[in-house]
């Protein structure tokens, strides 16, 4: 796509909020977003993330979109209230990143949930029928337990999901392994806490990202125009804050839970 007077970005910087699970809708308004950043060509971008977590493979698309943005445009993320799990793995996409001090960070890890109702659905007479291709089919189904063989093939899928995540980090952060999983244990800190284990690199709210990040690509820091890519949101959704949750149970929906991708691997705060 060809855009009139490009040369006028070049004196603006952009600025992408990632705000609640990421997953699904959002990856996909990001990664647009994204696509508006390189083809308009603006000199900065500043991430705003305020987010629990999310799936691993939405997770992962932004970042590698982020990857591939970092030779053209300079980038700086700024953590909000939460910033954990598959929200921190985004945050490895940029060349910078502001926390203020008390965010909520870290989780770094991955978690598989399933449930086993087996013995409620004894006692209310409920039994299932199953035809499978193979004896894995069914892994994690509901109405029986986890047999040693499920257990060790689940725990080989969250261990090696974990180990990208790791390596994530510490290449980007330039932190050796070791060093990553020392904290990488799914423990939550605070961004003051980030900032002494390496993992951000100043403390300071979204307004001292933004600075930083003009001074970064040459622009006056007090006179830089910000464009917000991000889409609208719907009018209910400013009524009601986090808009795919507002009808959660109120315990899961502050707990950064999505209910959506329920069974899948994912990267959430959990306190």
């Not at 996409?93 to 770094?108: E, F, K, L, R």
């Amino acid at each position: 796509m060809i855009w009139p007077f490009k040369t006028s970005f070049r004196k603006r910087i952009a600025r992408i909020e990632v705000s609640g699970a990421i997953a699904g809708n959002t990856r996909e308004q990001v990664i647009k977003a994204l696509k508006t950043v390189e083809e308009r060509r603006y000199p900065g971008l500043l991430l705003r993330i305020d987010s629990p977590g999310g799936t691993v493979g939405d997770s992962q698309e932004i970042h590698a979109a982020l990857l591939r943005l970092q030779p053209s445009t300079k980038i700086v993320a700024s953590f909000g209230n939460i910033s954990a799990s598959g929200g921190v793995y985004i945050a490895m996409g940029a060349h910078h990143i502001v926390s203020n001090p008390g965010a909520i960070t870290g989780s770094i890890g991955v978690i598989l949930r399933g449930n086993n109702l087996e013995r409620l659905l004894d006692k209310v007479g409920v039994s299932f029928k199953v035809i499978k291709s193979g004896p894995y089919k069914d892994i994690l189904a509901f109405d029986r337990e986890l047999i040693p063989e499920e257990q060790s093939i689940l725990q080989a899928l969250i261990d090696s999901s974990y180990e990208q995540f790791v390596g994530a980090v510490a290449e980007a952060r330039k932190l050796p392994i070791e060093t990553v999983k020392s904290f990488a244990d799914g423990r939550v800190f605070t961004g003051e806490q980030a900032l002494s284990l390496g993992l951000v690199d100043r403390l300071g709210g979204e307004a001292e990202a933004q600075r930083w990040l003009a001074e970064l690509v040459s622009l006056d820091p007090d006179k830089v125009e910000v464009d917000h890519l991000e889409e609208p949101k719907p009018f209910w959704s400013r009524l009601v804050p986090g808009r795919s949750q507002a009808s959660w149970p109120p315990g899961l929906a502050q707990l950064g839970f999505d209910l959506t991708t329920s069974g899948l691997p994912l990267w959430l705060y959990r306190p």
